[in-house]
């Protein structure tokens, strides 16, 4: 079978389908509703205009020689009428863009999970939780921001000067031409407000970046920072970070300011006023325009203005939601994985890498060159090699967290990419070196694999795993016990037994196992080792080594050096080969024999 042996990114790319993709674009699943709210907010603003049209008649009469007290009630309901039409079409507007604000997000959040659910795993491990919950989160409430407040505001900003100006121009031509004068002087102090502005936000958002980062090393190393640092050097950090910032908002600032001033000042009701009064006064004298008219102008006049300045800080809000949009076709482009709808099942356990070449996105070299070798089914495989010589990219290639560029990995004699991951993941599982919990209890993370589970089957599982002892009695809620975010509430060796517990429950005919104990204590390495040989029992089990010792009884160890596969043997075949492997062991014998001797060159130097 032919395959597509792209490989993604390892960092989100952004297709030329990605960048068309607009604003409006993604939030098209609830284009209908938000048009709905932002013409029932046109219409709330036509409202407001006929209020304030209604009360000219009034002051007409009301400086008339004779008052229709009639008249004068009859425009005084129309105006009110008017008012309450305004509010109720404000807040139906709103209420529709919330709720559409609402559905988008669940729309979105549901459909990025999906997409996630479906693309590599290695480029979920490499990307990182952060980048992907600031995009899911933050950048999926962006949009929900953009939706629900700021949509029905600019179908204000763009009805209300249309409407506005229709009527100044019904009401006095001259006057409205006069009033609209204001607009391009003001739209020109607005542009050298908001010039280089995507340039500007930009280089802010990096230094905010860089000071979030500052805070995070800060926090998250706070152990490393109180144990050899006295705060200086991590505080200078943040406040270079912090200084930084500061100045690049001062220099925009400095450059914006003057333009921004001059805008709010000309579009703030009072200019447009004191610009239309003496014009108004000069035509009434002269007989052609009536007072009640040049009340109507100065009333519409600083509507229409008005109208404009919510543009300053709605055009903040479409940045934001325009940059979010970015992130999101970010993601959206990274390529999944190709699954077939009609896998194929192997018949049995073996593994075959087969010329395999892989090459991680975005780095010059490859990874892994022509790997090949054949693991037989319920045989132990050992990866050992120098760091970075490709034994962790080989283990992830089994459960499929890439693809291949070229060559296959098979299970049974099939490719892995002829199965679909349900079938996958039922042939295997991956015991990672760092053991990762969720915020339930101890049953449901050690069911993860197997939610259908019953309850005997987990105690079986945990038992095998030695976690059951210290589950029953050291837990409080004992298999009820929620073990909190990442599992913090245990040790590490407590986390690992309920992992390793988890795999033994899924009883997958292949474990690939990520050295287990690389930082395990004496007492929970011996327990862990336990429960390995209950995992293992009649699998194919391939192990990245990092202790050389846990290995020499392995059927086959495979020697990877810079992504090619030197050596391959027995522990005693290798070490008699005088090679590579040979070389490793050694100095994990002196490594391993290495200890500390109060030596008197160490006295020396101690009492230095």
Known sequence: MEHDDAVPEAAPSVTEETEELGLWQVIAPVNGQVRTAMAISAVGTLAWFVSLLALL???????????????????????????????????????????????????????????????????????????????LMDDVRALHAFVADSTPLFAKTISAPVIGVVVLFLLDWRLALIGLAIIPIGAIAMFFAFRDYEEARRSVDEANERINSVINEYIQGMQVVRTF??????????????????EMLREWTARTQTGAYVAKTLFAALPSVLVLLPFGVVFVNAGTLDVSTLLGVLIIAPVITDAVVPIIWLQQHLNEASAAVKRLGQLRAVEPLVETLDGQTPAESSIEFRNVTFRYGGRDNDAL?????????????????????????VAQLVPRFWDVDTGAVLIGGVDVRDMTADTLMEHVSFVFQAPFLLHDTVAANIRLGRPEASEAEVVAAATAAQAHEFITHELPDGYDTVVGERGTSLSGGQRQRITIARAILQDTPIVVLDEATAFADPDNEVRIHEALVQLIAGKTLLIVAHRLSTIVDADQVVVLDKGEVVESGTHDELVAASGRYAALWDHYQKGHGWELRKTESFEEVRNA
């Open 57 to 135: 008649p009034v002051a007409t009469e009301l400086v008339s020689p004779e008052i229709d007290a009639t008249r004068v009630w009859q425009f005084l309901a129309l105006s009110g009428a008017g008012v309450v039409a305004a509010f109720v079409a404000r807040v139906l507007a709103f209420r529709l863009a919330h709720l559409a604000a609402y559905r988008l997000e669940e729309i979105l959040r549901t459909e990025m999970a999906d997409h996630l659910a479906r693309v590599p795993l290695g480029y979920v491990v490499t990307t990182g939780s952060g980048a992907l919950k600031k995009v």
């Open 229 to 246: 640092d006295d705060g200086t050097g991590s505080f200078r950090r943040y406040r270079t970070a912090l200084h930084d910032s500061t």
């Open 369 to 393: 060159r022509d790997v090949s070798f054949v693991m037989p089914a319920g045989t132990v495989t050992a990866l050992v090699g120098s760091s970075g010589a490709g034994k962790s990219t």
